[in-house]
């Protein structure tokens, strides 16, 4: 089954990010850190949503200790795609551009980031232009 990234809820989505930050992790581990994070979360809520993530395979567990230990199955890189893949076709008609120019006029960009943008832009002009999803 592939996993639906853009399908992952909210709080789900704050489970797999404490997997990303700190590793593989039982669901007291994982529970200790959104503590730490300031989302106080019961036990069997972290176990449910771990147990929905495993299920729309986006974690797995090992099962052969006593406590499970559950890893990331996908990135967070894969996540983040599908995520704005999802909101370019619900809000931009699948464009990316209408987006960029909105993360840009809204955004407070560092110079750092500035610089990256300039790159990528500049080297926009080297690479032939795709057709348009629509």
Known sequence: MTPREADIGVAELEVLQTLWEHGPATVREVMNNLHDHGRQLAYTTVLTFLTRLEQKGCVTS??????????????RDKVSRSRLEAVLDSFYDGSPGPLVLQLIREGKLTSDEIAELQKVIDGLDAKPQRRSRS
Do not use: E, G, Q, T
Not at 62 to 75: E, G, Q, W
């Open 62 to 75: 090992d099962k052969s200790d006593l406590a499970y230990v559950y890893r990331p199955k996908v990135s």
